[in-house]
Structures are given as structure tokens and as C-alpha cells.
Nanobody
Framework: QVQLVESGGGLVQAGGSLRLSCAAS????????MGWYRQAPGKQRELVAA???????NYADSVKGRFAISRNNAKNTVYLQMDSLTPEDTAVYYC???????????????WGQGTQVTVSS
């Protein structure tokens, strides 16, 4: 059984910062890509940032220069540092991991339960 547990969400004023964390636990053999997605009310879930095991990163245009993704492979943890937040960043943020639980198994996607980020104007 694999779990992704997020933490660090909350309420912040515009211009402020938050740091999200997501720890993957359970029977994990290897994690390929880890990332953060978000879903605002009435909108589709969208990729915010992703990072490979080799630390290559990818960001949505809307967060480039403001957000930074990082990971600790030894701890199976991914972080999202969010600076210069705006009300448009308000959403539920979901952690995602592409991982395999055994050498002989294929990679599969796992999701966290989501953490609310609210930015007030």
C-alpha cells in the first residue's frame, strides 16, 4: 500500500509564501517523476510543477519565477516553495508520483488527498 501525504497548505495574503511538502510511504521500489497539480473551483486539474529523479524540472508558465519544486530522493519527499502568491493561485494542490512498488511491476500514478491553498487579496 502506497500513501502520499501532503502538508503545508493554508491561508496567506497576496504576496506571501507557502511551502508544501509531500511524503510518499509504503512499499516503494522506485519513484520516477514527482509533481504538484492544482484544481481551482470550476476548473480542470492542471500541472503546476514536476521533477524527475534526476532533478529535471518543468513548470506551468503561470508559476515560473515564483514557485520552486525540489525533492529528497532518500526521503521520497517532494516540496513546492510558493512565493509571490496571488489570489489566482487559490486551489486544492495535489501531490503526484509516478512509481513502482516492485522491480517486476510497471510504473503507476499515485495521488495525495490534496491540500487547500487560499490566497486573500
Amino acid at each position: 500500500q502506497v500513501q502520499l501525504v501532503e502538508s503545508g497548505g493554508g491561508l496567506v495574503q497576496a504576496g506571501g509564501s507557502l511551502r508544501l511538502s509531500c511524503a510518499a510511504s509504503g512499499s516503494i521500489f522506485s519513484i520516477r517523476t514527482m509533481g504538484w497539480y492544482r484544481q481551482a473551483p470550476g476548473k480542470q486539474r492542471e500541472l503546476v510543477a514536476a521533477i524527475t529523479a534526476g532533478s529535471s524540472t518543468n513548470y506551468a508558465d503561470s508559476v515560473k519565477g515564483r514557485f520552486a519544486i525540489s525533492r529528497n530522493n532518500a526521503k521520497n519527499t517532494v516540496y513546492l516553495q510558493m512565493d509571490s502568491l496571488t489570489p489566482e493561485d487559490t486551489a486544492v494542490y495535489y501531490c503526484n508520483a509516478d512509481l513502482k512498488t516492485d522491480f517486476f511491476f510497471a510504473y503507476s500514478e499515485y495521488w495525495g488527498q490534496g491540500t487547500q491553498v487560499t490566497v486573500s487579496s
